[in-house]
T-cell receptor
């Protein structure tokens, strides 16, 4: 079936440390992998995305890596700050037109001061 | 923020009654989506649309129907609401993943909280 698995479901890190969230996907034809951040009571918002023709993408303290062979991608947040506390969702495009966007179950990230 | 609005934002209804949620966009985006969000399950796709009158099922489509008679509106209908459909429903829009003119980003509405008693 079409699914995205995300781990861990909760993550607590010391401020300044790094956080890593991992996802696997089922559809080998998937070619677009976005990450969304959702703060409490807010709507999800895109923070970074990667397409299948690259293996890594960075944007300041955030990076995403993709291993298409293993159908695995990860979000890396370095030098974590209190404002990074939120729920993070990975997602993957599926279907013949790549327009079906399936999300993982989310990771609640808490930054300890 | 992208021009996307959901209505109603909050609704309480009784089991067995029909419910329609509306998503309206002013961005002329081709793709529109309905997701439900429940604790421990993340965002689950109910239905999505890739054009006027073109829709497809998502992961959890049973008990839901959709219609898109014009580009700007995407309606989600619960024909006979059940308590298991109590959730927060998010609409999202996108210019598409494949298009070279669009990033593939989903822009979400503010959500509609539905409680079925």
């Amino acid at each position: 079936g079409e699914n995205v698995e995300q781990h861990p479901s909760t993550l607590s890190v010391q401020e300044g440390d790094s956080a890593v969230i991992k996802c696997t996907y089922s559809d080998s034809a998937s070619n677009y992998f976005p990450w969304y951040k959702q703060e409490l009571g807010k709507r999800p918002q895109l923070i970074i995305d990667i397409r299948s023709n690259v293996g890594e993408k960075k944007d300041q303290r955030i990076a995403v890596t993709l291993n298409k062979t293993a159908k695995h991608f990860s979000l890396h947040i370095t030098e974590t700050q209190p404002e990074d506390s939120a729920v993070y969702f990975c997602a993957a495009s599926m279907g013949s037109s790549a327009s079906k966007i399936i999300f993982g179950s989310g990771t609640r990230l808490s930054i300890r001061p | 923020d992208a021009g996307i609005t959901q209505s109603p934002r909050h609704k309480v209804t009784e089991t067995g009654t029909p419910v329609t949620l509306r998503c309206h966009q002013t961005e002329n985006h081709r793709y529109m989506y309905w997701y439900r969000q429940d604790p421990g399950h993340g965002l689950r796709l109910i239905h999505y649309s890739y054009g006027v009158k073109d829709t497809d099922k998502g992961e959890v489509s049973d008990g839901y129907s959709v219609s898109r008679s014009k580009t700007e509106d995407f309606l989600l209908t619960l024909e006979s609401a059940t308590s298991s459909q109590t959730s927060v429903y998010f609409c999202a829009i996108s210019g598409g993943v494949v298009s070279t003119r669009n990033t593939g980003e989903l822009f979400f509405g503010e959500g509609s909280r539905l409680t079925v008693l």
